[in-house]
């Protein structure tokens, strides 16, 4: 029912921040518990955050606890990704996903999704 599109990435220094963008189409938004994912270059896709269906909730990787703030917006159909304090190791393609009235810790461990993004690249150079 939803598909989806991100946006915000681009090149940034080390302690910089940016702001990612995953806006939704479709009538069913608020029925998806939303996260970000993302890959580096030669690695395996990592979670970084899911959201519960009202916002209510969120889980973080570890890597990102501190820095990055998920959050979204139900009436504008997107769910966003404030990153701060910006490291090279946070260099990768980030993606949006969503999962049917899914826990956020759930979502936050397996790796099958119902929709994904196509992902928008976020590079931090030192």
């Known amino acids: 029912q939803v598909q989806l599109v991100e946006s915000g990435g681009g090149l940034v220094q080390t302690g910089d921040s940016l702001r990612l963008s995953c806006v939704a189409s479709?009538?069913?938004?608020?029925?998806?518990?939303m996260g970000w994912f993302r890959q580096a270059p030669g690695k395996e896709r990592e979670f970084v955050a899911t959201?519960?269906?009202?916002?209510?909730?969120?889980n973080y990787a570890d890597s990102v606890k501190g820095r990055f703030t998920i959050s979204r917006d139900n009436a504008l159909n997107t769910v966003f990704l404030q990153m701060n304090s910006l490291k090279p190791e946070d260099t990768a393609v980030y993606y949006c996903?969503?999962?049917?009235?899914?826990?956020?810790?759930?979502?936050?461990?397996?790796?099958?999704?119902?929709?994904w993004g196509q992902g928008t690249q976020v590079t931090v150079s030192s």
């Open positions: 959201i519960s269906l009202n916002g209510g909730l969120a």
């Open positions: 479709g009538r069913a938004f608020d029925q998806y518990t």
């Open positions: 996903a969503a999962d049917r009235l899914l826990s956020v810790q759930t979502m936050s461990v397996e790796t099958d999704h119902d929709i």
